[in-house]
T-cell receptor, first 113, second 114 residues
Framework: NAGVTQTPKFRILKIGQSMTLQCTQDMNHNYMYWYRQDPGMGLKLIYYSVGAGITDKGEVPNGYNVSRSTTEDFPLRLELAAPSQTSVYFC????????????FGEGSRLTVL | AQTVTQSQPEMSVQEAETVTLSCTYDTSENNYYLFWYKQPPSRQMILVIRQEAYKQQNATENRFSVNFQKAAKSFSLKISDSQLGDTAMYFCAFMKYIQDDMRFGAGTRLTVKP
């Protein structure tokens, strides 16, 4: 029962560095999402994908890129990391447009110094 | 754009008592989903309960129930017989039916006291 798996769980970056947060799901879900959660706040949508080869911007896409080459994987790329990107990142998935519930990974805590 | 508002940043309740968390939302849609998610200190987001807007009956899941007032755009969560394990952040969320993304409120931090 792996569900949604994110790696790494923790990472410290220096300003200007780049990195990729990995997300994979084994539920054959079409829809995948990346959210960020700032301290004491709710989740804000960064990017989402409704299927392999299709991605779209959410509320806060600046500074990030995504790709969706397979149904299972949805990596999030941070280019030129900035302190404002210090946050906890959650990947999530759901089966289809009417399925409702999101299934979340355990989150990745990123600190940019 | 849809917005979700949770007006109670923090709440506390004694063990075994009942507590109600508030949520309001703004939408012009008629068909949508509403959710309550729990986030314990482990950070894992766990679905507590969901409600489809077309259903008039309020959803219940064991000790958790909702009061869904569609006309008022209100969706409160009632936790009965509170347990120490209920201590967590609770997020209200909204998603349009046949929609791509889910919008979250800012959360309510609930502490259950022994």
């Amino acid at each position: 029962n792996a569900g949604v798996t994110q790696t790494p769980k923790f990472r410290i970056l220096k300003i200007g560095q780049s990195m990729t947060l990995q997300c994979t799901q084994d539920m054959n879900h079409n829809y995948m999402y990346w959210y960020r959660q700032d301290p004491g706040m709710g989740l804000k949508l960064i990017y989402y994908s409704v299927g392999a080869g299709i991605t779209d911007k959410g509320e806060v896409p600046n500074g990030y890129n995504v790709s969706r080459s397979t149904t299972e994987d949805f990596p999030l790329r941070l280019e030129l990391a900035a302190p404002s990107q210090t946050s906890v990142y959650f990947c999530a998935s759901r089966q289809g447009a009417t399925s409702g519930e999101l299934f979340f990974g355990e989150g990745s805590r990123l600190t940019v110094l | 754009a849809q917005t979700v508002t949770q007006s109670q940043p923090e709440m506390s309740v004694q063990e075994a008592e009942t507590v109600t968390l508030s949520c309001t939302y703004d939408t012009s849609e008629n068909n949508y989903y509403l959710f309550w998610y729990k986030q314990p200190p482990s950070r894992q987001m766990i679905l507590v309960i969901r409600q489809e807007a077309y259903k008039q009956q309020n959803a219940t899941e064991n000790r958790f129930s909702v009061n869904f007032q569609k006309a008022a755009k209100s969706f409160s969560l009632k936790i009965s017989d509170s347990q120490l394990g209920d201590t967590a952040m609770y997020f209200c969320a909204f998603m349009k039916y046949i929609q791509d993304d889910m919008r979250f409120g800012a959360g309510t931090r609930l502490t259950v006291k022994p």
